[in-house]
């Protein structure tokens, strides 16, 4: 197999997160760093990619859910060690070239992968380092070049003298190998230290000292390197990342004024002159059209949401929004749901796997539900379709132009014909022709000096 292929370490527990899953579960954006990694390694045309396992690898291999190829580091014994379970992948690969990234650095950038393989390739080296240059290098291993640039080898913190902590230049753990020299260098690795476990970067003085060449490539991107070992160092990636997004979706023509609580996930897509308000957050999945206006203090997931719509303290999920719709404030769009074009739901509405014809009002305080609701249709206050009756979920029909009075109980399965009209404080329980009022209330009684008799006047 001649195929460029990838490992990822994610077999790390994450002590300092305080957490029970695997610490490449933690997200960046609503996003799985692992998810991260992943992704760029197949934007930069990588897909035979097998991710190294460790703590709670139940948790991951179901969250993988067979995206990738996987093998189980039982005992973490260092990167080296957790190189080697995927030797046989390794040699599957033989004569092409292995990229090794680390599960818990998000920002690794397909653009970065693909430079540095080019560079890998043109200097026909059997191992390419890709580094950053940092503002603070501290703690990172250093990247140390003689005067020409030459790359010369991986200096750690612990023992950089003080002319070396000043390289800013920093190893991200990125390294892409010659498959079939990776798989020689594997066996080579000792463990003669003081924590007796395997280090990768042991690799570039064994190569070097075999006379194989071994290059460093620098990102461009200095984020690249950055991963996360506390809920303080991953609230940095997600405060580095929800900069970047919002500064993309400015630059495409997105209006932000303010960027108060404002949180967009990268996949989404939002159209010009579209306002987003503070405090919103538009999760994955999400395609806003033009001349919106979205917020304050708006959820949305997964949701197709068309031109010149507004929604206004809304919560909506995996639905859509036609043209035009016009919605909350406090209103809750539930999954499976269509809203129509210049529909208009108003404040405490709530649609759920409905469908919503074109200008339809459901003005306030109203639940419809496993419902499908003509154009032109009218709920008075207080409406609710009851679609459970214990044991099923039935659906209300409710045709064009319908007029439905306040406080009105529509008790599925149930027709309510076009034009027709049901009266306020009605329980519908069965069909309504269409041009019909229904009326389904008792009739009132007014009990004379009822007041004075119960003795209940002040």
């Not at 954006?29 to 709670?56: H, N, Q, S």
């Not at 093998?71 to 973490?76: D, K, L, S, W």
Request: charged share 20%.
């Amino acid at each position: 197999m001649n195929k460029n292929a990838a490992v990822i370490l994610a077999g790390g527990q994450g002590t300092r997160m305080k957490s029970d899953k695997p610490k490449v579960m933690a997200e960046v954006l609503f996003k799985p760093m692992i998810d991260w990694v992943i992704d760029a390694a197949k934007e930069a045309g990588i897909e035979d990619i097998c991710v190294v396992t460790g703590y709670r690898a139940d948790l991951l291999e179901t969250h993988l859910a067979g995206r990738t190829q996987t093998v189980h580091q039982a005992e973490r014994l260092g990167t080296g060690h957790a190189v080697m379970q995927a030797k046989e992948f390794i040699a599957a690969h033989a004569g092409a070239n292995i990229l090794i990234l680390n599960g818990d650095a998000p920002f690794a950038d397909a653009k970065t992968i693909r430079d540095a393989l080019a560079q890998h390739e043109n200097a026909q080296a059997a191992q390419t380092v890709i580094s950053a240059c940092v503002e603070n290098p501290y703690g990172y291993g250093r990247i140390v070049r003689d005067a020409q640039g030459k790359f010369l080898c991986i200096t750690e913190e612990a023992s950089a003298t003080e002319e070396v902590k000043k390289i800013n230049e920093i190893n991200s753990g990125v390294m892409w190998f010659n498959a079939d020299v990776l798989s020689d260098v594997l066996g080579k690795l000792k463990n003669d230290n003081a924590k007796g476990e395997y280090y990768l970067t042991d690799t570039v003085d064994i190569l070097l000292g075999e006379g194989k060449t071994v290059c460093a490539f620098t990102s461009e991107n200095p984020d690249a390197v950055l991963g996360a070992n506390t809920r303080v160092q991953l609230h940095e990636l997600n405060e580095i990342a929800r900069r970047k997004a919002l500064e993309k979706f400015m630059l495409d023509g997105a209006d932000i004024p303010f960027t108060d609580g404002v949180i967009i996930t990268p996949d989404c897509v939002i159209g010009a002159d579209t306002q987003i308000l503070p405090g919103t957050i538009i999760r994955e999945g999400c395609v806003i059209g033009n001349n919106c206006v979205i917020g304050p203090s708006s959820l949305i997931t997964d949701c197709r949401i068309g031109n010149g719509c507004v929604l206004n303290r809304v919560q909506a999920e995996n639905s859509v929004i036609d043209d035009g719709a016009d919605l909350g404030p406090f209103m809750h769009v539930r999954p499976n749901s269509h809203i129509g074009k210049n529909v208009h739901c108003g404040n405490f509405t709530e649609i759920k796997n409905s469908t919503i014809g074109d200008k339809t009002s459901v003005s306030h305080l109203t639940y419809v539900g496993d419902s499908d609701v003509g154009s032109g249709v009218n709920f008075g206050c207080g409406t609710v379709t009851t679609n459970y009756d214990g044991l099923r979920k039935h659906r209300t029909v409710i045709e064009d132009h319908c007029f439905i009075g306040c406080n009105t109980n529509l008790v599925a399965p149930v027709r309510i014909g076009k034009n027709a009209y049901t009266a306020a404080g009605s329980t519908i329980t069965e069909d309504v022709p269409p041009m019909h009022l229904a009326i389904a209330r008792a009739r009132q009684t007014n009990k004379e000096g009822w007041v004075e008799k119960t003795g209940r006047k002040k």
